[in-house]
């Protein structure tokens, strides 16, 4: 049971560089959703999916990209890098309906913008 | 405005001391509120929900309440290995699937 992935597990790039951050999940949920996380601010959502290419802004999307063009795939992009996107990635999958709406959270990307 | 607080942001205890982390929210209409523990250089793993004023889970050491304004976690008897950030969160008052985080608390027990 593969579950959630995400790749690569850590990236150093240089600012203005474009960036791809990989999520695959293999319980073909329907919604999917990227978070950053960073000291003292906690989780912050920054983009959601409630099914192939249906996508929604969450708190902090500016400079960030995102598709789905297959339920288990959802990767982000970042278009021109900056210092202020070192973070912490993390992807996360849920099924629709009471009940079901804990998230399932990939290991993180590691991403350093130099 | 926060609309999830958790305090104390850090708390340090004695294996065997038992304990309880605060998780107060401001959202109208509650839908569900959320319990994750997250180790370094990890994933946050979900423990618990809870969807109405009065409701308890327990699992463990752990137990987790859900007042009107607030959720507790109570740890009874820690051991060094519920070392962890313990984060609270609750579901958008909007309608849609996502979760708003508080920023844990991150707990440490010492043998």
């Known amino acids: 049971d593969a579950g959630i992935t995400q790749s690569p597990r850590y990236k150093i790039t240089e600012t203005g560089r474009q960036v791809t951050l990989m999520c695959h999940q293999t319980?073909?949920?329907?919604?999917m959703f990227w978070y950053r996380q960073d000291l003292g601010h906690g989780l912050r959502l920054i983009y959601y999916?409630?099914?192939?290419?249906?996508?929604d802004k969450g708190e902090v999307p500016d400079g960030y990209v995102v598709s789905r063009s297959k339920t288990e795939n959802f990767p982000l992009t970042l278009e021109s890098a900056t210092r202020s996107q070192t973070s912490v990635y993390f992807c996360?999958?849920?099924?629709?309906?009471?009940?079901?709406?804990?998230?399932?959270f990939g290991s993180g990307t590691q991403l350093s913008v130099l | 405005e926060d609309q999830v607080t958790q305090s104390p942001e850090a708390l340090r205890l004695q294996e065997g001391e038992s304990s309880s982390l605060n998780c107060s929210y401001t959202?109208?209409?509650?839908?569900?509120l959320f319990w994750y523990r997250q180790d370094p250089g990890k994933g946050p793993e979900f423990l618990f929900t809870?969807?109405?004023a009065g409701e308890e889970k327990e699992k463990e050491r752990l137990k987790a309440t859900l007042t009107k304004k607030e959720s507790f976690l109570h740890i009874t008897a820690p051991k060094p290995e519920d070392s962890a950030t313990y984060l609270c969160?609750?579901?958008?008052?909007?309608?849609?699937?996502?979760?708003?985080f508080g920023k844990g608390t991150k707990l440490t027990v010492n043998p």
């Open positions: 996360a999958s849920s099924k629709p309906g009471r009940g079901n709406e804990k998230l399932f």
């Open positions: 969160a609750v579901q958008d008052p909007g309608g849609s699937e996502k979760l708003v």
């Open positions: 809870l969807y109405s």
């Open positions: 959202v109208s209409g509650l839908r569900g």
């Open positions: 319980w073909s949920h329907s919604y």
């Open positions: 999916s409630a099914a192939a290419d249906i996508t």
